[in-house]
């Protein structure tokens, strides 16, 4: 590892490792759950590291965040109540926010050094988590899900990845969690990992999904500081109507320019559902 780069070795992506020069250490401190530290980085701008684990980049945060609010949202024929589970940073709740339909939104973060620090450092992002129509939870999304049923149209899981507090994130039960926790035609999106290096661990998420939604879809976007560039998506619908594929609300260039989204729109929606072969045939099986 070179002197004043950072590097994102882990064990989940054993062989590889994505490395950012480091310009500043802006914070570094040990919470109850994770190592939190944010970086200003050359390329990338401002990095938010949980236990040595890249979160969001300044540069390249739109990309997650708009792909993972819209894909369920612009599924859904009418979000009025969202749930986000994780995402502490705000990146998610600031997107959401800007869907029109959307009335309400709940989040819980595990972590509140997380919400702290995004809210000091990342204020482009933090500010979703000010925003009038979000209400903030600090608490462990699997066992909030258990004091909650049919309140929700769409849960969003922005989670980190399975190990540490959001392991439980990603089993068959929380996928049931989250069931009991919809409204009828409701909708869930979770972050699924890349099946470029975790292709075994996206098909189990995927087979859990399917396992308690009659209507499931795993879809992709581009992140360029996510291990390998890609990141997927897993989601899952209530009503056998739900098609993934075609996104129900389609919003004008005009909107998307005055929503100031620079990831989504509904091609990209249609696309992030065109996989290469070797993932199709792997989450056929599942
Ligand atoms: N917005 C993109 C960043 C994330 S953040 C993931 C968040 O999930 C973190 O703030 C973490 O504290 C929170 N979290 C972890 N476990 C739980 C839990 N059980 N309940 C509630 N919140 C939790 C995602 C990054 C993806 C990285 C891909 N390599």
Redesign the pocket.
Known sequence: IKPGWFSEVDDLWPGVSLSLEVVKILHRERSE??DVMVIDTRSYGRTLI?DG????TERDEFA??EMIAFLPLCSHPNPKTVLI?????G??AREVAKHPQVEQITQ????PK?LEVSKTYLPHMGIGLQHPKVTLNVG???QFLKQHQGEFDVIIT????PIG??K??FQESYFSLMKTALKPGGIVCS?AGTAWLNLNHVKDTVQHCKAIFPVTAYGVASVPT??TGQ?GFVLGGLSPETNFKQAQKVFTERELDQMNMKYYNSEVHQAAFVLPRFITKTLNDA
Do not use: N
């Open positions: 759950y994770q949980l684990i890249i979160q969001c997650y965040q589970v994780g995402g502490g940073d990146g998610v819980v973060e595990i972590d997380v462990d999304g699997f922005d989670s980190s990845d507090p959001a439980c994130l972050q996510y291990p990141i």
